[in-house]
């Protein structure tokens, strides 16, 4: 169930008293915010997050109706590369973070909500960005995950193609790290320094220790593994083929170190290749280093790519000789931690990709909704179920149009409906003031979102 962690207020202390303590202890002094932990879940969470995809909708793929205008949108403002770069870069930070691997697919441009799955449709991702207009004020709106929403439209993003973005207009990295929070299981944060505050208050291009608490609350952390040394390096044993894959293996982190050991067998023929690859499996930025027994390196490949393939060939080895393998991330930063497999062949073996896990899980009735025990920003109490409590704000918005009502923009949970799509949903607001502020001009913080509430209002988008 979605929670929030309330700060506690302390009250005012006698000046003279504060003055005093200070002398003597001499503590050091540390913005209170940076030390609380005011991050929340939404109550979704992926069935699978060994391998959760993502996807960029063709455009004119159909979003209840309205056809998506991502690439049109964002190439007036940026290549389609650089832009496609600051999408990846934000799932990859997320990934860092906790247990839970991204993976980029292609999208086959199926109408939003289409499809039998709400995990692991083979023609888009589990999680796709589009493009449509939106209410002012509003950059970017995301449906919420499984199980809160249960078709193929969970965790799909929306941005707002009425705002400008860029240089001249707001940073999309930072709205894109917004919202695949969301798209994670992440509500809004109280802390204005969070990536996950509900109000666009600067550039963020990195999490803050309250994001990564709140992703590690859903996910877990990630952990390392013993084969951290050649000293405990994995062996790996050839098939009679000559051939080996090892799965189920990660780099933790920038420092994570995996180390494989593998003895050539008698029927080699003078060769022996290595691929490490992440493609496919996560945004991992793989190295890989090939040593002989005496830990002198002999090769070594590397992307920079999230999710990419490295591969090693060796020739001139022979029967009985032990070779040690290292796998590393190529980067300190976003895609420094991910799956990976690796397959190994010699002789006249030929390596096999590593096959992604099935990631299924069929579509179901959306679980979203209020319970008695929930509030809505003013305080008033939500009744249970999907439509109990129901606050009747209605804003419809027709071709786009905005209208005079209720919207996304004070930071909860909302019903929506988006011309044939029904889903829970949350928004980014533009803030206070916070308007055309791209990178190098971030806005000052303005004030700060109603507290986060998982009560009932509706917006439609006919």
Known sequence: MPYVRMARVWPRRDASRVRASRIQSQPSLERLEERQLLSATNGGAWAYPVRVTYSLVPDGTSIGGTPSSLFSTMNGYASTATWEAAIAKAAASWENAAGINLVQVADDGSPIGSGNDEQGAPNFGDIRFGAMPEPSGELAFAFLPPPKNGSSAAADIFFNANVNWGSNGYDLATVALHEIGHALGLAHSTASSAVMYANYNSVKQSLTADDTSGIQSVYGARTTGTNINASHATPVTLNSGGTATVTGVQVAAATDQNWYSVVIPQNTNGSLTVILQSSNLSSLEPRLTLYNSGLQGLAQASTTTFGGTATVTLNGVSAGQTYYLRVTANTSGAGSAGAYGLEVASGTGTPSPTVPP???????????????????????????????????????????????????????????????????????????????????????????PKPHSVSVVTRTIA
Do not use: F, K, M
């Open 358 to 448: 099935d990631t299924t899980v069929a579509a179901q009735a959306n679980q979203g909704g209020a319970t008695s025990a929930e509030t809505t920003g003013s305080g008033t109490t939500a009744g249970g179920g999907l439509l109990g409590g129901l606050t009747n704000l209605v804003a419809n918005v027709a071709g786009g149009v905005v209208g005079t009502l209720a919207s996304l923009l004070d930071g909860a949970e909302h019903l929506i409906q988006v011309g044939t799509l029904t889903n829970w949903a949350e928004a980014y607001s533009a803030g206070p003031g916070a308007r055309h502020r791209g990178p190098g001009h971030p806005h000052p913080h303005g004030a700060g």
